[in-house]
């Protein structure tokens, strides 16, 4: 167990929709990070947020959003949902955003775009 | 533009020998480098780290080697043991970039 929680666990959903992903990091750690992990592929970097305030992006959609909150907690809503959707999305958690500080990763949330 | 590569989707050995992963990056603004190693089921965990500056990592049976001028990176496991039967994932960060580009991965079979 890292520490790191990530509700729900599965999403099933239809094209069109929105939906909001929720990540609370481990006590202590202020960056959360998001990826995303689709069929065969590796994990694509998404978002960075550091207490509370963006501190890196990476290919994310316009139609995807995130923020993290004042209690450190992180959702990533997604928007007009397609199939191409459809992937593992994981958060992480750090101590700090420098590179020697590890990442822990929750267990994911798993999308269904139907 | 996938700036961390692992060209072998699948790798098997036998418990007892070494298992090497090999990684290749094209950006030359990467300066530190991990591997991630991932359960079905479950998030990646870490499982080493380089950083530029050094040529080699060593961790228990965990080795890391770093080819700066071949943008190359591998992963040795000695002994390979049934257990570390999982996806590798190399990832590579830029200092103050604040985000980490990850490989495909590299399932790794260890045979009893």
């Known amino acids: 167990d890292s520490g790191v929680t990530q509700t729900p666990k599965h999403l099933i959903t239809a094209t069109g929709q929105r939906v909001t992903l929720r990540c609370s990091p481990r006590s202590g750690d202020l960056s959360v990070y998001w990826y995303q992990q689709s069929l065969d592929q590796g994990l694509q970097f998404l978002i960075h947020y550091y207490n509370g305030e963006e501190r890196a992006k990476g290919n994310i959609l316009e139609r995807f959003s995130a923020q993290q909150f004042p209690d450190l907690h992180s959702e990533l809503n997604l928007s007009s949902l397609e199939l191409g959707d459809s992937a593992l999305y994981f958060c992480?958690?750090?101590?700090?955003?420098?590179?020697?500080?590890?990442?822990?990763f929750g267990p994911g949330t798993r999308l269904t775009v139907t | 533009d996938q700036q961390v590569k692992q060209n072998s989707p699948s790798l098997s050995v036998q418990e007892g020998r070494i298992s090497i992963l090999n990684c290749d990056y094209t950006n030359s603004m990467f300066d530190y480098f991990l591997w991630y190693k991932k359960y079905p089921a479950e998030g990646p965990t870490f499982l080493i780290s380089?950083?530029?500056?050094?040529d080699k990592n060593e961790d228990g049976r965990f080795t890391v080697f770093l080819n700066k001028s071949a943008k190359h990176l591998s992963l040795h496991i000695v002994p390979s043991q049934p257990g570390d039967s999982a996806v590798y994932f190399c990832a590579a960060s830029a200092s103050g970039t604040y985000k980490y580009i990850f490989g495909t991965g590299t399932r790794l079979k260890v045979l009893a």
């Open positions: 380089i950083s530029s500056i050094k």
């Open positions: 992480a958690s750090s101590v700090s955003p420098g590179q020697a500080y590890e990442q822990y």
